[in-house]
Structure formats: structure tokens, C-alpha cells
């Protein structure tokens, strides 16, 4: 066999072994693994492309691979063991900022700078330093920072309103191309999905994205970036069509000159008056 093609058959053998070593040692992101990891994947690669051009024999080669594969598979799991092998591998948490103060001595540990930290803040978006009331570096590297309470962003919780629930939204059309089995997990049908498109008067394949949040709306983002898409506002409408039926029953019960039916016309706009204020956060928020 021709050396060319023992290098291409060495090299898709080698490609598919490090592909399963690395999916053995678990899912990293990169952008957070520790720098032992992240040797050891650099070793691996290094390795499996000198065995592929014959520098490396394949005996050494795999006794090399499974050092830099086993060892961190290992250390791994004695990390998840015990929590002193954890700080010990990876090493331990440094808090760069207390009650505000700046953590002079911690920071000199990390090696590193006032700019630094501040350049990792504003990746926070922590522009401020006095907003800032707590920050610690993982042990990854990565900066968090706890803003002080009266700087934090109001959430519905703290005004004291209640909101509905979001579920992840079902992407239901790509591409131009129906998805049925997105559809399906929401109970819906590609029946369903023609009909609203119909009223929007948009086709099928003029549809890039097409998503169904928790509420059953539909968000469509067409090819055609000029066909403006008219919005749903189901939940607003069904408000104000409950709404308007509220205001009627009020309007019956004091027009009316009959007791009973008073009576009746102001029982069931008081229960319609509790259902709106059930139904507010779910409808218009």
C-alpha cells in the first residue's frame, strides 16, 4: 500500500479513536474547562497527528493516549469523590470583591490587575464598580459579580405581580420546511400551523423561522424582510373581549329596574372581575 493511503487510513482511524476518547472524557465547554483539561486535550491532538505521519510508532502512541486519556477521567471522578481532590485538581474559588471592598491580596494571588477586573465586570455588564457588592472568580477563570440589592433590576417578584410560567419555545418550521414533531410535543398539527398562516397571508416557504412560545403564539421571521408580519395578540384580545363582558354586566345591573335580575347581573361581574385578575399575568404579561 502506497504511503499516501496508509497516512489518509491511519488518519481516519486515529480521527474516530480521539473523537470517542474525548467524548469518554465527558462534554466541556472550552471556554470553561481548567488549564489540565485543557493540556490534555492539546497532548491528545498532538499525539494522534504524529502517529498519523508515522513520527510517533503506534505502540507508544496508544500508551501515550491512554495515559492522557485515563489520567483525567480518573482525576474527575476522585473530584467528584472528594471535595479536597476537587480544590485540589482544580483548584479553589477566589473572592475578588467583598461587602464592595476591593480584595487587594486575592487579586495579587490570581495574578491579576485592576484593569483585568474591571474588564471582566463590564463583560457582566457591571459598568460600575460601587454597584458591584460581591464578586468571585471561579475556578475556571470565569468572574461573577453580585450587584448590591437597590442596583439590581427590578423583576416582576419584587413589584409584587404575578406572571406566568414560559416553557421553552418549539421551533416549528426551518427553512422553509415544516417541523412536525415540535408541533406534536405542543398538541398541535400541521393543519393548525397552515390555517394561521393562511390568515397572515404568508406561505410556507417563505418562512425562515417560525417558532410557538408556552402561550401558543406564533413569531415567524420570513426570507422576505420587507413583508412586514402582523403580530399576535390573541391573549390581548381575549382580555378585552372578557373585559368588555365585565363592563356590560355592570351596565345591566344598574339600567335594569328588576331585583332579581340586579341582583344576578352584579353576582356574576363581580365573579368575571375575580377571573380578569386571575387571568391578568397570564394575558398580558
Same mark, same amino acid.
Given at each position: 500500500?502506497?504511503?499516501?493511503?496508509? @497516512?489518509? !487510513?491511519? %488518519?481516519?482511524?486515529?480521527?474516530? /479513536? =480521539? &473523537?470517542? +476518547?474525548?467524548?469518554?472524557?465527558?462534554?466541556?465547554?472550552?471556554?470553561?474547562?481548567?488549564?489540565?483539561?485543557?493540556?490534555?486535550?492539546?497532548?491528545?491532538?498532538?499525539?494522534?497527528?504524529?502517529?498519523?505521519?508515522?513520527? @510517533?510508532? !503506534?505502540? %507508544?502512541?496508544?500508551?501515550?493516549? /491512554? =495515559? &492522557?486519556? +485515563?489520567?483525567?477521567?480518573?482525576?474527575?471522578?476522585?473530584?467528584?469523590?472528594?471535595?479536597?481532590?476537587?480544590?485540589?485538581?482544580?483548584?479553589?474559588?477566589?473572592?475578588?470583591?467583598?461587602?464592595?471592598?476591593?480584595?487587594?491580596?486575592? !487579586?495579587?494571588?490570581?495574578?491579576?490587575?485592576?484593569?483585568?477586573?474591571?474588564?471582566?465586570?463590564?463583560?457582566?455588564?457591571?459598568?460600575?464598580?460601587?454597584?458591584?457588592?460581591?464578586?468571585?472568580?471561579?475556578?475556571?477563570?470565569?468572574?461573577?459579580?453580585?450587584?448590591?440589592?437597590?442596583?439590581?433590576?427590578?423583576?416582576?417578584?419584587?413589584?409584587?405581580?404575578?406572571?406566568?410560567?414560559?416553557?421553552?419555545?418549539?421551533?416549528?418550521?426551518?427553512?422553509?420546511?415544516?417541523?412536525?414533531?415540535?408541533?406534536?410535543?405542543?398538541?398541535?398539527?400541521?393543519?393548525?400551523?397552515?390555517?394561521?398562516?393562511?390568515?397572515?397571508?404568508?406561505?410556507?416557504?417563505?418562512?425562515?423561522?417560525?417558532?410557538?412560545?408556552?402561550?401558543?403564539?406564533?413569531?415567524?421571521?420570513?426570507?422576505?424582510?420587507?413583508?412586514?408580519?402582523?403580530?399576535?395578540?390573541?391573549?390581548?384580545?381575549?382580555?378585552?373581549?372578557?373585559?368588555?363582558?365585565?363592563?356590560?354586566?355592570?351596565?345591566?345591573?344598574?339600567?335594569?329596574?328588576?331585583?332579581?335580575?340586579?341582583?344576578?347581573?352584579?353576582?356574576?361581574?363581580?365573579?368575571?372581575?375575580?377571573?380578569?385578575?386571575?387571568?391578568?399575568?397570564?394575558?398580558?404579561?
Amino acid at each position: 500500500m502506497q504511503e499516501w493511503a496508509q @497516512i489518509l !487510513l491511519k %488518519s481516519v482511524a486515529l480521527f474516530i /479513536l =480521539v &473523537w470517542a +476518547a474525548i467524548r469518554l472524557m465527558g462534554k466541556r465547554n472550552m471556554s470553561q474547562i481548567n488549564p489540565f483539561n485543557f493540556i490534555s486535550y492539546i497532548v491528545i491532538a498532538i499525539v494522534a497527528s504524529l502517529m498519523s505521519i508515522n513520527l @510517533i510508532n !503506534l505502540f %507508544s502512541g496508544f500508551i501515550a493516549l /491512554l =495515559v &492522557w486519556v +485515563a489520567f483525567p477521567i480518573a482525576l474527575d471522578y476522585l473530584s467528584i469523590k472528594s471535595k479536597v481532590m476537587h480544590q485540589l485538581i482544580n483548584g479553589k474559588e477566589a473572592v475578588l470583591i467583598k461587602h464592595g471592598k476591593i480584595m487587594e491580596d486575592n !487579586l495579587m494571588r490570581v495574578r491579576m490587575t485592576g484593569e483585568d477586573l474591571l474588564s471582566h465586570l463590564r463583560s457582566k455588564n457591571a459598568f460600575n464598580m460601587a454597584d458591584v457588592e460581591f464578586a468571585v472568580m471561579e475556578t475556571n477563570g470565569t468572574i461573577n459579580p453580585y450587584l448590591k440589592s437597590d442596583k439590581k433590576p427590578v423583576t416582576p417578584h419584587d413589584l409584587g405581580n404575578k406572571v406566568a410560567p414560559q416553557a421553552e419555545p418549539q421551533t416549528v418550521v426551518l427553512d422553509g420546511n415544516m417541523l412536525e414533531e415540535p408541533l406534536a410535543s405542543l398538541g398541535l398539527n400541521p393543519q393548525w400551523l397552515n390555517t394561521e398562516l393562511d390568515k397572515m397571508g404568508i406561505s410556507l416557504e417563505n418562512v425562515f423561522l417560525g417558532q410557538v412560545d408556552s402561550a401558543g403564539d406564533l413569531y415567524l421571521d420570513l426570507f422576505d424582510d420587507v413583508v412586514e408580519i402582523p403580530q399576535p395578540k390573541v391573549k390581548e384580545m381575549l382580555y378585552a373581549t372578557l373585559e368588555k363582558s365585565q363592563a356590560d354586566l355592570v351596565t345591566f345591573a344598574l339600567q335594569t329596574e328588576d331585583t332579581k335580575a340586579k341582583a344576578m347581573f352584579s353576582k356574576n361581574s363581580r365573579r368575571l372581575e375575580d377571573l380578569l385578575n386571575k387571568l391578568r399575568p397570564y394575558l398580558l404579561h
